[in-house]
């Protein structure tokens, strides 16, 4: 997810360009560019925020151009692959946002037609395809491109020649901010809302030929009229999507995440991590490392892989690790991290390499540290995640797990088929979740009155509800813990009683009536019980004070219901006690210092 933007009208560009960008740092900012037409074709990027490019870039005059901040996932934050991207002889400037899936082969075949290729990045077949095909009219040639790619797309594109910018969409937004002689491009509104609030949205499959006076969009060839729109938001309020905080709006975004990660890997008939090799190398078993909400992904992946590939599975707390560690054996290391910097991992993954482990890091920012320390990197697909509490990333590090295990699975064909499409189903059943928001705001009302709150869980549910207590603590300042349900009666039950509510996480699977006896041992020590419990489940409603229901999933696939459950009563019972829940005290979203 990265922003781009486009300008023409009669403004020095490179000021408008710069405030537009500076506006959509919040979709990547590991990198940026901008391109400008005057006598010539002018690009300027680098490897810096926005403001930095500000001060740094010279003067570049002229009244058109187009910009770019990267969220990196085809070839890491450098210079060389910042946007824009140019054709051989620099005359075509193309901004970019999505993945062109087939960019392999289109490069192969421009090579040999006689293209120079300088970046690592899929974008950069687009200007050498427009290139190709340009004969003096460059929206036919950026029709003819298009049509060689596969995979999303919204782009803007540059020429020096023309006084128009050409945009197309497909799979990414992009819209068309309005102005008095004047047009905006950019890929979300937060950009333009400085300058107009005129708006036009483009449709997947639109070509837009943007000048300083006219708007044309064609559809298959055939112009088409887009409505105008009036923005009511101010930039925050955009910038979050119209959501209160940037925390529900990357609440919401799970289910294109979970899309988005499965695409990535569905995509490959490879298995994202080789491990019948590693059997060949004699790896025997596997230690997933990580920190913090990471380390509960890690813990749910046990499960996932002891169930699925039947190799023993160890998991440990980074930075314990990188201190005790036993020595390894035949072991294969993956480690788990969204942003790729935190220092315990890091240091635990450069005592990993000490003793010649193979490291597989998990990681959702390309580029990152883990990523150039370890041997192989599997990129969740996240996009940035700005609030602090890791919500998406989460999920999409389940995503990961489970493609890593079913690549390898002993579990015959009908299993792994039917994993398979309770994977493709589990984006609709997230959303379902996200549309029971009432009787989940009613029990965050209920429950942000205490200040000491229990969740419990059992089997691959465990981890879940050692994560709900995370996310409770660490936005709502409530003071939360997760326990395994068989662990209440050896202390904890000390505690219990009618100011400590107990929310227990029931699933349809062996653990099922242990369950319902702890939660039977909670209300007789006066607790007040939440319940997480499967749709149709009436047997729960006689127990628990509360109970979200959650949709029928594989029990495999229940701790991503059930977490995207718990983040939502996190943010509203965070929300009801007046918290400031993107930035919460003391906390920082990358923890770079042990
Ligand atoms: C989770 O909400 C926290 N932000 C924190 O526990 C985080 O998971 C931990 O710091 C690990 O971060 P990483 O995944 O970027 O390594």
Not at 96 to 124: A, C, P
Not at 228 to 248: C, P, R, S, T
């Given at each position: 997810m990265c922003g781009i933007v486009g300008y023409i009208g009669d403004k020095q560009v490179q000021s408008v360009l710069l405030s537009l960008l500076g506006r959509l740092e919040y979709r990547g900012y590991d990198s940026c560019g901008i391109a400008v037409a005057g006598s010539s074709l002018k690009v300027y990027k680098d490897v810096v925020r926005v403001a930095a490019l500000t001060e740094k870039a010279p003067q570049l005059g002229g009244t058109a151009g187009i910009g770019h901040t990267r969220w990196a996932t085809c070839g890491?934050?450098?210079?060389?692959?910042?946007?824009?991207?140019?054709?051989?002889?620099?005359?075509?400037?193309?901004?970019?946002?999505?993945?062109?899936?087939?960019?392999?082969?289109?490069?192969?075949?421009?090579?040999?037609?006689?293209?120079?290729?300088?970046?690592?990045?899929?974008?950069?077949?687009?200007?050498?395809?427009?290139?190709?095909?340009?004969?003096?009219n460059l929206e036919k040639a950026v029709e003819a491109a298009l049509r060689d790619v596969e995979g999303s797309y919204a782009i803007v594109v540059l020429t020096a020649d023309e006084s128009k910018l050409v945009v197309a969409?497909?799979?990414?937004?992009?819209?068309?901010?309005?102005?008095?002689?004047?047009?905006?491009?950019?890929?979300?509104?937060?950009?333009?809302?400085?300058?107009?609030?005129?708006?036009?949205?483009?449709?997947?499959?639109?070509?837009?030929?943007?000048?300083?006076?006219?708007?044309?969009?064609?559809?298959?060839?055939?112009?088409?009229?887009?409505?105008?729109?009036?923005?009511?938001?101010?930039?925050?309020?955009?910038?979050?999507?119209?959501?209160?905080?940037?925390?529900?709006?990357?609440?919401?975004?799970?289910?294109?995440?979970?899309?988005?990660?499965?695409?990535?890997?569905?995509?490959?008939?490879?298995?994202?991590?080789?491990?019948?090799?590693?059997?060949?190398?004699?790896?025997?078993?596997?230690?997933?490392?990580?920190?913090?909400?990471?380390?509960?992904?890690?813990?749910?992946?046990?499960?996932?892989?002891?169930?699925?590939?039947?190799?023993?599975?160890?998991?440990?707390?980074?930075s314990e690790f990188s201190y005790y560690g036993q020595t390894l054996v035949r072991t294969l290391a993956i480690v788990i991290t969204q942003s790729g910097e935190t220092a315990d991992t890091l240091k635990a993954i450069r005592r990993l390499k000490g003793v010649r482990c193979r490291v597989v890091a998990i990681t959702n920012v390309v580029g990152s540290s883990a990523s150039r320390v370890a041997d192989q990197t599997i990129y969740t697909r996240a996009g940035p995640e700005i609030s602090v509490a890791a919500t998406k990333s989460f999920t999409a590090q389940l995503m990961v797990l489970y493609w890593i295990a079913m690549g390898y699975s002993k579990a015959d064909a009908r299993r792994l088929a039917s994993m398979l499409l309770g994977l493709r189903q589990l984006p609709s059943k997230v959303q379902r979740v996200l549309d029971n928001g009432d009787?989940?705001?009613?029990?965050?009302?209920?429950?942000?009155?205490?200040?000491?709150?229990?969740?419990?869980?059992?089997?691959?549910?465990?981890p879940v509800a050692l994560e709900g207590a995370l996310k409770l603590k660490e936005i709502s300042y409530i003071h939360a813990e997760g326990y395994a349900a068989g662990e209440l009666k050896h202390g904890p039950f000390a505690l219990l009683g009618e100011n400590i509510p107990v929310i227990a996480i029931v699933a349809q699977d062996n653990t099922y009536e242990a369950m319902l006896t702890n939660i039977k041992e909670v209300k007789v020590r006066k607790s007040p019980v939440m319940a997480l419990a499967e749709e149709g489940d009436e047997t729960i409603r006689e127990l628990a004070d509360f109970v979200i229901t959650v949709p029928r999933v594989e029990v495999i696939f229940s701790p991503v219901v059930n977490t995207v459950t718990l983040q939502l009563l996190a943010y509203y019972t965070a929300k009801e006690r007046g918290c400031p829940i993107d930035f919460p005290r003391n906390l920082a979203k990358s923890v770079t210092v042990e």
């Open positions: 890491e934050p450098s210079q060389v692959n910042a946007h824009p991207h140019c054709d051989c002889a620099g005359n075509i400037a193309v901004v970019h946002n999505g993945v062109i899936n087939n960019f392999q082969s289109l490069r192969q075949q421009l090579i040999s037609e006689g293209h120079t290729f300088i970046s690592e990045t899929d974008t950069e077949v687009i200007p050498h395809l427009i290139e190709k095909y340009y004969d003096g969409r497909k799979d990414s937004p992009l819209i068309i901010g309005i102005g008095d002689r004047e047009n905006f491009i950019a890929s979300d509104v937060p950009a333009i809302l400085d300058f107009t609030n005129r708006v036009i949205y483009l449709e997947d499959g639109d070509i837009g030929i943007v000048t300083k006076d006219n708007i044309k969009i064609v559809s298959d060839g055939t112009e088409v009229d887009r409505e105008e729109h009036k923005i009511l938001w101010n930039v925050e309020e955009a910038q979050k999507g119209g959501y209160d905080h940037f925390m529900l709006k990357e609440i919401h975004e799970q289910p294109r995440v979970i899309r988005d990660t499965l695409v990535e890997y569905t995509q490959t008939a490879e298995p994202v991590v080789d491990l019948e090799r590693m059997r060949d190398e004699g790896i025997e078993s596997v230690l997933i490392l990580a920190c913090g909400t990471s380390y509960y992904a890690a813990l749910v992946g046990k499960y996932i892989m002891e169930e699925l590939v039947g190799v023993p599975v160890r998991v440990e707390i980074a009787i989940i705001l009613q029990c965050a009302r209920y429950l942000s009155k205490y200040e000491n709150v229990f969740f419990i869980g059992r089997g691959i549910n465990f």
